[in-house]
């Protein structure tokens, strides 16, 4: 009974003395005065998410106790977490000793300062927004609203020959007024906002007409600014990347030159509503002069305008960025133009390859058209399929025709040849026959009862062996007689052949004459040829 009586003592006078301990060091929180901190240790109030006061109510983080040396614990605000232009709630000065009724004792107390009586400056209440229906235009029923445009071409990224586009990158700026947004100020000073206010606010509504894609950049945030100056006047300006249809001719492909245009048009509201012009004529269009291409060479860029009509909406003004295009040929000299040429010249050799050297002959023509075809293939392969001939295309195909005709002249020398080989050997037979008929020819060798006449060819008057018409004479006389009568009889086939007309056949029978011929016509005619193409195309 005792011994828990004592338990009981002991155990009332822990909590007592815990009790007296937190009292203590609640009144110390309050009143502790400035200490000097150790390096590399923050105070500790830093490390209190909450200030408890002595009425209950609970001190937001927002505000941090500053010790000072008057003894007055004081707060600061801690404005690292608040937005741009937003307000503190209130300005808390307290004494360390009462905060129960909510009143500051001491000489150099100050009021308190209520946050929710101190009215929050927005950009909505600035410039009226939410007191006008920005869903209608300026000047709603009245005159037309003028619209200045002015544009800076940044790149002009990529021509496209087979889809007929280009893709351009650049800064598109509208100017008008609106009175609506006009706001007072003492510095006569503009505002610049970001793409959030052009959503509460009417804007033009311009297009790309003949647009394939188009985008506005968004990185890092939307590529738009908009900027308000105080009498109502107002500048937007965006950056945007547009792929738009360009009409290309490429009849003088590839010494051509292309012009193409990009439209900017409203797209709701007519003349009557929205006037659409350069806001500074011609110097409205600047452009970087860094910007180049890798096949054309930028000639001039330029600016006009016109009315455009539409049957069923009426008319429309519309805004034109034309620039002017000139192709690079050396690219296309060094892939199209000499590889052809040289093909042409390469066929050209077999004017000089003995017409009996069938294999050379052959496989070297058929090489150069198969590499004219492959070169004509690839020139069409990266071109629009067009219904009509360009000029690359005459000049690829007049060069094939030249190839074609090389491998056709060796198929005529190859032919005539044939021919004559197989009269030279029946003629040879048929005198062979006569020969053994004629009893005077007894004893002497064939060889030598062959004459030299202009219808035997080489291997004939070979195969006389030495013998002329002068030393078959000079022979023995004896053997006179039986040389007259083979002389009579060639005499005689000969008389025969040539009533039937050979006389004008005999140069065509000669092959030796066509390709010499052959050597001189073809690259004349080729050269003649590139002299009336390049000037008339250059």
């Known amino acids: 009974m005792l011994f828990n009586a004592r338990v009981q003592l002991l155990l009332l006078c822990l909590i007592l003395t815990a009790q007296s301990r937190r009292q203590g060091s609640r009144k110390k929180r309050w009143s502790e005065p400035e200490q000097t901190l150790k390096p590399g240790r923050p105070p500790a109030w830093q490390f209190q998410p909450q200030y408890p006061s002595a009425d209950g109510f609970t001190i937001p983080p927002l505000y941090k106790p500053k010790p000072s040396q008057s003894g007055l614990s004081g707060f600061i605000f801690n404005t690292s977490n608040m937005a741009l232009g937003e307000t503190p709630d209130a300005v808390f000065l307290v004494g360390k000793t009462r905060l129960e009724n909510g009143m500051v004792n001491g000489p150099l107390s100050r009021k308190i300062v209520d946050g929710t009586k101190t009215r929050k400056l927005k950009t909505s209440h600035l410039l009226r927004v939410d007191e006008h229906d920005f869903t209608m235009r300026p000047a709603f029923a009245g005159p037309a609203v003028p619209v200045g445009v002015d544009v800076q071409v940044e790149s002009l990224d990529s021509i496209s020959e087979v889809d007929m586009d280009f893709t351009m990158t650049l800064y598109l700026r509208h100017y008008w007024k609106d009175e609506r947004l006009a706001f007072p100020s003492a510095t006569n000073k503009s505002m610049t906002f970001d793409g959030r206010l052009v959503k509460k606010i009417w804007v033009p509504d311009v297009f790309f007409v003949h ?287 040539k009533k039937k007309g050979t006389r004008s056949f005999r140069f065509i029978q000669n092959t030796h004459t066509i390709d010499t011929y052959s050597r001189m016509i073809f690259p004349g005619a080729y050269i003649l040829f590139n002299l009336i193409y390049w000037c008339v195309y250059c």
């Not at 219904?387 to 090389?406: E, G, R």
């Open 211 to 497: 647009s394939k894609r188009s985008f506005i950049h968004d990185t890092t945030t939307d590529n738009i600014m908009l900027r308000v100056f105080p009498d109502g006047h107002v500048l937007y300006s965006l950056r945007v990347t547009v792929t738009a249809a360009c009409n290309m001719d490429f009849s003088r492909f590839p010494l051509d030159s292309q012009t193409c245009t990009l439209e900017l048009e409203s797209y709701a509201y007519t003349d009557e509503d929205l006037m659409l012009y350069w806001k500074s004529g011609d110097e409205s269009l600047s452009t970087d002069d860094r910007i180049s291409l890798s096949q054309f060479l930028i000639q001039k860029f330029h600016t006009t305008s016109r009315l455009a009509f539409y049957s069923s909406t009426g008319w429309y003004n519309r805004l034109y960025i034309n620039f002017t295009l000139r192709r690079h040929i050396f690219f296309f000299l060094l892939q199209t133009y000499f590889p052809a040429t040289l093909m042409v010249m390469l066929s050209w050799v077999s004017f000089w390859i003995d017409r009996r050297a069938v294999p050379a002959r052959v496989s070297l023509g058929i090489t150069t058209v198969l590499t004219m075809s492959t070169i004509i293939t690839g020139v069409n392969a990266s071109m629009p399929r067009v219904s009509y001939i360009k000029a690359v295309d005459i000049y690829l195909w007049v060069s094939f025709v030249f190839v074609f005709l090389s491998v056709l002249e060796y198929a005529a020398v190859n032919y005539l040849t044939t021919v004559r080989d197989g009269k030279d050997r029946k003629l040879r037979d048929k005198i062979r026959e006569q020969s053994q008929t004629l009893p005077c020819t007894c004893g002497i060798p064939h060889t030598k009862t062959m004459m030299l006449d202009g219808m035997y060819n080489e291997a004939d008057a070979n195969s006389l062996a030495g013998y002329t018409r002068a030393s078959m004479l000079a022979e023995d006389p004896s053997d006179k007689e039986e040389q007259m009568v083979v002389h009579l009889a060639l005499d005689n086939e000969s008389t025969e052949t």
